[in-house]
Nanobody
Framework: QVQLAESGGGSVQAGGSLRISCAAS?????MAWFRQAPGKEREGVAA????????SYADSVKGRFTISQDDAKTTVFLYMNSLKPEDAGMYYC???????????????????WGQGTQVTVSS
């Protein structure tokens, strides 16, 4: 059974930084971060392949966010810099058994989901 446990969310002022983490149990997977703000659809933010060789980013976060994984490839991190109020929302970790690179930011590509961690950005 795959379990995903997110941590590291919190409140930060605009322009600040935050790191969130997701620990996966039950194997190694293609991983991604999604976010959902109230009243909006869930959107893909960043993804990393199982090997770590490939990453994908939403245009809205390119140059500000970085996804990475630990050496064991069981924990994925999202480093968020220059945060904006529009970055706020619930951030969800997702794990996929097989994910096409072209679909790395689609929620339908992922099999398992975490409970989410809240990120608040004040202006």
């Amino acid at each position: 059974q795959v379990q995903l446990a997110e941590s590291g969310g919190g409140s930060v002022q605009a322009g600040g930084s935050l790191r969130i983490s997701c620990a996966a149990s039950g194997g190694t997977y293609n991983m991604a971060w999604f976010r959902q703000a109230p009243g909006k659809e869930r959107e893909g933010v960043a993804a990393i392949s199982r090997s770590g060789a490939r990453t994908s980013y939403a245009d809205s976060v390119k140059g500000r966010f970085t996804i990475s994984q630990d050496d064991a490839k069981t924990t994925v991190f999202l480093y968020m810099n220059s945060l904006k109020p529009e970055d706020a929302g619930m951030y969800y970790c997702a794990a996929g058994v097989w994910v096409a690179y072209s679909a790395a930011l689609r929620s339908s590509s992922y099999n398992y989901w975490g409970q989410g961690t809240q990120v608040t950005v004040s202006s």
